[in-house]
């Protein structure tokens, strides 16, 4: 319940980030889907936004609150993009991708002029790796892939849904990796980047401009290079 209430507090503080005329990145997750819940009430009360979500679990929230939706067809850019993490370091780096919206997340980051992270003092680590990274990968070299991955080190496990492999929104399976700490994160992600087969994994670096992080009732605010 208290990780719950800090998920609410920094969302609210996310806020002041949109702003009337933006084009604002929706993230997914337990937080961002605060943060879309606030904005919501904002734009019922006259804040003119346009949103473009990175799930369509995301798409179907922000549509149900009223928040105009576009695609990347229509607008060149992201003003902000307001998003959680499942890591992150003193460093900003970040891992993400565990409700499974990793690549289309990468892709609103890299398509945003700022990316705003939001996490709870949960998510706060010295060192990523704790949780495990995400990588999304074809079918067919899902095989290769996971041999190659725990080559580097990693104890590697398909993600399910039941008793099936889960889907992305792409229709990718997702294998989690657990590398235990991960001394240098630009390092791996350049590996699994340059890995065949795979199509996006969950290292983001260098791409977070800022992460508000709540501990109780405080948010901490942490600038990047982005």
Do not use: W
């Not at 800090?6 to 503080?13: G, L, Q």
């Not at 190659?148 to 294998?175: N, Q, Y």
């Not at 791996?188 to 508000?212: Q, S, T």
């Amino acid at each position: 319940m208290a990780h719950d209430d800090e998920k609410r507090c920094v969302a609210r503080a996310s806020l002041r980030f949109a702003r009337d005329g933006d084009i604002v990145g929706l993230g997914s997750g337990s937080t961002a889907a605060y943060a879309i819940r606030f904005l919501g009430e904002r734009v019922q009360a006259g804040l003119k936004i346009v949103g473009i979500p990175t799930s369509n679990g995301t798409k179907e929230l922000a549509a149900s609150l009223g928040i105009p939706l576009t695609t990347f067809d229509n607008v060149p850019e992201i003003d902000v993009t307001i998003d959680g993490a499942d890591e992150v370091d003193r460093h900003l780096s970040l891992i993400k991708g565990g409700g499974g919206a990793l690549l289309h997340e990468k892709v609103v980051a890299s398509a945003s002029r700022k990316l705003v992270i939001i996490v709870d003092s949960s998510k706060e680590v010295t060192t990523l790796g704790r949780f495990p990274v995400p990588v999304e990968v074809i079918t067919f070299a899902q095989t290769v892939v996971k041999r190659r991955v725990e080559a580097l080190g990693a104890s590697v496990r398909l993600r399910l849904a039941g008793d099936k492999p889960f889907l992305t929104d792409e229709g990718h399976h997702i294998l989690d990796c657990n590398f235990g700490a991960i001394p240098d994160v630009p390092a791996l992600a350049r590996k699994l980047g340059d890995m065949p087969g795979i199509v996006e994994h969950g290292l983001f670096v260098r791409m977070a401009n800022v992460v508000l992080i709540a501990r109780g009732q405080e948010v901490v605010e942490l600038h990047g290079d982005g």
